[in-house]
């Protein structure tokens, strides 16, 4: 799976967008674009994912890039909750058994 | 639907112990993995299943054993407790092969403390 790379950190005013970045410049073709968030000490929690249209769910909106080697998650109206860390992850599809999380972006959603 | 289920939620042990962390889930998902979080890291994949009766490791296996017996079932076994092992473990199924997304779901991980 390919690799991917992320801010350590970012921060972000409640209630404004939270534009996360992820690079991931050797992708191959067949593999898609995945976000999980992790809040405090919990079970990572599936976002969102795409392959190379950008994508929305109640959630999120994923944008990637017309070459795939970079995306950006987008919370359109961060809160307090949505403070957690955000993991970008590339990956074949059927892979989901294997996913490699690398050390993600810590999101702080300030008041 | 519980979902995936962990026990113990904490353990402490002693250098040298042994023990089984147990992990189950309900929604008949083929695939299973084994994932430890140390402080202020990233997870890590310690030993996955594509099925009952099939494992393989992952990223960091040693210290570590799996079996399959069920689909329902993924229990973890520290065959001699380290220091090192000291973490927080998640365990995380998604569906089998032929889905697209295939969304994985974690558990509320065990915290173990090895002294």
């Known amino acids: 799976d390919a690799k991917t790379t992320q801010p350590p950190s970012m921060d972000c005013a409640e209630g404004r967008a939270a534009n996360l970045p992820c690079n991931h410049s050797?992708?191959?073709?067949?593999?898609?674009v995945y976000w999980y968030r992790q809040i405090h000490s919990q079970g990572p929690q599936y976002i969102i994912h795409?392959?190379?249209n950008n994508e929305t769910n109640e959630m999120a909106s994923l944008i990637i890039t017309e070459d795939r080697k970079s995306s950006t998650l987008i919370l359109p109206h961060a809160t307090l909750r949505d403070t957690a860390v955000y993991y970008c992850?590339?990956?074949?599809?059927?892979?989901?058994?294997?996913?490699?999380f690398g050390a993600g972006t810590r999101l702080f959603v300030k008041a | 639907n519980a979902g995936v289920t962990q026990t113990p939620k904490f353990q402490v042990l002693k250098t040298g112990q042994s023990m089984t962390l147990q992990c189950a889930q309900d929604?008949?998902?083929?695939?299973m993995s084994w994932y430890r979080q140390d402080p202020g890291m990233g997870l890590r994949l310690i030993h996955y299943?594509?099925?009952?009766?099939?494992?393989d490791q992952g990223e960091v296996p040693n210290g570590y054993n799996v079996s399959r017996s069920t689909t329902e079932d993924f229990p973890l076994r520290l065959l001699s407790a380290a220091p090192s092992q000291t973490s927080v473990y998640f365990c995380?199924?998604?569906?089998?092969?032929?889905?697209?997304?295939?969304?994985?779901?974690f558990g509320p991980g065990t915290r173990l403390t090895v002294l």
């Open positions: 995380a199924s998604s569906p089998g092969p032929g889905l697209v997304y295939n969304e994985q779901f």
């Open positions: 050797t992708i191959s073709g067949n593999e898609y």
């Open positions: 795409g392959l190379k």
């Open positions: 992850i590339v990956r074949v599809v059927g892979g989901g058994f294997k996913t490699i």
């Open positions: 929604m008949n998902h083929e695939y």
């Open positions: 299943s594509v099925g009952a009766g099939i494992t």
